[in-house]
């Protein structure tokens, strides 16, 4: 790591809106499926980036609850991808001793999907590196709608009552509740918005954009956002 990087503070959980992927293909004159297998290869060499780095949780967007919108041919042709990534990620994972978590609804994916992202979890669950986790038709407020669910049952079945809930309560029931809060989110294509990514946990959290395409990328602006996280003084709340 180079000497300016060392004396930086490294953010313990980093989470990446991976955007661009469409207009970078468009900018090519390459279909948007060549865009987004092209992001997939930018994910990895970020895995491996954050690992070098010290990061120790990674949690990117992979797919959101609205992207079923997008057009069928666009859709299957992101879930072969995933097929494939999967198969992909596993390797990556073992080589640099990676713990692989999901998080997201995954009930509408096809039952080879959900097979293979639970081998992939399965067979990486005991990895004591960097911890990536991905979020796959994935909502925030989805997520919330979930655990209010859930908290409702439980009350109902009297595991819980309406006076005992507080919000550490509340977060053990979220797909993340084993997952610190993100410090830092990273989006990339100078987009200025949350895109029902991570309501919950980015209360506090510090944001950074960025102005190039998901697939440019690289290790050089991670550095800047991890030198833009430096610049600010986290108060929570308080007071200077």
């Keep these: 790591m180079d000497k300016e990087l060392d004396e930086m503070v490294i953010p313990e959980h980093v989470a ?3 955007d661009g992927n469409g207009r970078w293909a468009k900018k090519r004159g390459l ?12 994910v990895e060499k970020t895995v491996e980036d954050a690992a ?4 120790k949780y990674l949690t990117v967007y992979g ?3 609205e992207n079923w919108k997008r057009s069928t041919e666009e859709v299957g042709a992101l879930m072969q991808l995933f097929r494939y990534y999967m198969v992909r990620l596993l390797k990556v994972s073992k080589a640099n001793n990676v713990r692989v978590k999901m998080i997201g609804d995954l009930e509408r994916f096809d039952s080879d999907i959900v097979e293979g992202i639970g081998r992939l979890v399965e067979e990486t669950k ?3 590196g960097l911890t990536f986790v991905i979020a796959v038709n994935y909502g925030g407020r989805d997520e919330i709608v979930r655990a209010a669910r859930k908290i409702m049952e439980d009350t109902r079945d009297g595991k819980i009552t309406p006076e005992s809930l507080t919000e550490e309560k ?6 993340t509740n084993d997952i610190p809060d993100p410090d830092l989110l990273i989006r990339t294509s100078g987009e200025l ?3 029902n990514y991570l309501l919950w946990q980015l209360a506090y959290t510090e944001f950074y954009v960025s102005d ?3 697939p440019d990328f690289n290790m050089e602006e991670m550095k800047k956002a991890i030198w833009a996280y430096n610049s600010r003084e986290r108060r929570f709340g308080g007071a200077k």
């Design 16 to 18: 990446i809106i991976l």
């Design 31 to 42: 279909p948007r499926s060549m865009g987004h297998k092209e992001g997939c290869i930018t």
């Design 52 to 55: 070098i780095l010290g990061i």
């Design 63 to 65: 797919f959101s609850t």
């Design 126 to 128: 005991n990895n004591t």
């Design 170 to 175: 509340f977060a053990g029931y979220l797909d």
């Design 193 to 195: 918005r949350l895109s």
């Design 212 to 214: 190039c395409y998901w």
